[in-house]
């Protein structure tokens, strides 16, 4: 359909999501042990994907922490609404940051994101966004950021908080972010657009995962219909569909398997673009995974 260009995803680009990391994740997911788990990392770091993205409300988090050696990686972290709610005063956010860098063996966490923008509204959010700012001035912090799932969210924040960076869905479906209004305001204040959610925890990618509740929609019948009609590999078109929005600054991905890791990891960019705009839709109950 298209002529390939010799070259693959920019590894420096992507970043390697642990949400799925051992634990049973997502519409009829099979459990990842702790030690394919550690596996998949390895061999991420060793084809040179060198950020990884945690959160201590992932069920990895504790076994990763206990047993695997963050030193070499570049971290994207996302603090919880229940490690906020723990939080007494600065001291104790202070605390929580210093226990952090030693328990991930680190000097500086490179991003660190609330991760969920409820959360730095509320009054221990606020103080914990100041404790992160005194943080960053001394280099401890390198970039600030929230996870949101909505444009209004980011509206919402940016009128409060100056911060470096978003974390966003973006996929087939879920085109919202491509807004020229927005990217405008986000490339004026120069934040980072962190692009997840890129498989739509996989039913993008694998028809076994599609949630019965899902199967109805006739968009999802209509991208596996193209897929097929025109001989095409869904993780090599999803990956060409983010990689031509130059908005985006990092890619967040998960896998299930070393073989899917290779996949992506192996896809090749391609020359011209293609028409996506077709797949755009609204509908809540299918692009965002909590209404499953």
């Keep these: 359909m298209w002529d390939e260009l010799d070259m693959k995803i920019n590894s420096a680009k992507l970043i390697f999501g642990t949400a799925n990391l051992c634990t049973k994740y997502g519409n009829k997911a099979s459990y990842i042990n702790e030690t394919k788990s550690k596996n998949l990392l390895n061999f991420a770091y060793k084809k040179k994907v060198k950020i990884l993205d945690i959160s201590s409300d992932y069920e990895c988090y504790k076994a990763l922490v206990r047993q695997y050696n963050f030193k070499n990686w570049k971290v994207s972290f996302k603090i919880s609404k229940k490690n906020i709610d723990n939080l007494k005063n600065s ?3 202070e605390n929580f940051i210093k226990n952090l860098l030693k328990s991930l063996n680190k000097k500086k966490i490179e991003y660190f994101l609330f991760h969920n923008s409820k959360d730095i509204f509320s009054k221990k959010g606020k103080i914990f966004f100041d404790v992160l ?3 960053k001035k001394i280099n401890k912090i390198g970039k600030i950021g929230v996870s949101v799932y909505s444009n209004s ?3 919402k924040l940016l009128k409060k908080y ?3 960076i978003i974390q966003a869905p973006f996929n087939i479906f879920d085109q919202r972010l491509n807004d020229i209004k927005l990217l405008k305001i986000l490339n004026t204040k120069k934040i980072e657009i962190h692009a997840r959610s890129i498989f739509l925890q996989g039913i993008l990618i694998d028809k076994k995962l599609i949630p019965k509740k899902i199967f109805k929609f006739i968009e999802m019948h209509a991208w596996y219909n193209f ?3 025109n ?4 993780i090599s078109e999803i990956l060409n569909f983010i990689n031509q929005h130059k908005f985006i600054n990092k890619i967040i991905f998960g896998v299930r398997s070393i073989k899917q890791l290779k996949e992506i990891l192996d896809t090749k960019i391609k020359d011209k673009k293609n028409n996506y705009s077709t797949f755009k839709i609204k509908k ?3 692009i965002d995974p909590r209404k499953w």
Excluded: G, H, P, V
């Excluded at 001989?231 to 869904?234: A, K, T, Y």
């Design 227 to 229: 897929l097929k009609k």
């Design 153 to 155: 969210e980011i509206i």
């Design 133 to 135: 700012r005194k943080f």
């Design 284 to 286: 809540i109950k299918l």
């Design 162 to 164: 100056k911060i470096n």
């Design 91 to 93: 001291t104790d956010a």
């Design 231 to 234: 001989n095409l590999n869904s």
